[in-house]
């Protein structure tokens, strides 16, 4: 599944998955095992990293060039808070859940 968000100007594809993670982990310097809590120490830094990584995997998912670095995703994020909830919504519908549990009401 893939979803689009207007951010720095253009429309860019969003998906989070296991490569996303993976960006995340590698990136805001955490271990795997501590992604269970994420958004329980959830800060600036880790929701920019965040951000990055899904439109990471989604240029790359899609064969498009990843033209912007993490402190762009910063920038645009910082014009724009509005896309913040976007990027947690779009999140939180990709991520698989946990066999026998249901996704957090929106």
């Known amino acids: 599944m893939m979803d689009y ?3 720095g100007g253009t429309d860019r594809p969003v998906k989070f998955g296991w490569n996303a993670l993976r960006i995340y982990t590698r990136e805001a310097k955490i271990p795997f095992m ?3 809590n994420l958004f329980d120490s959830m800060d600036l830094d880790k ?3 965040l951000t ?3 439109l990471v995997h989604g240029a790359r998912t899609e064969k498009k060039d990843v033209d912007f ?3 762009d995703v910063g920038d645009w ?3 724009d808070f509005d896309v913040v909830s976007k990027f ?3 999140f939180t519908e990709q991520m698989p859940q946990p066999k026998n549990q249901k996704a957090p009401a929106k």
Do not use: Q, R
Request: net charge negative; proline share 0%.
């Open 47 to 49: 929701l920019t990293i």
């Open 88 to 90: 947690l919504e779009i």
């Open 69 to 71: 670095t993490l402190d």
């Open 77 to 79: 994020l910082g014009e």
């Open 52 to 54: 990055y990584a899904g």
């Open 34 to 36: 501590d992604i269970g």
């Open 5 to 7: 968000v207007k951010i």
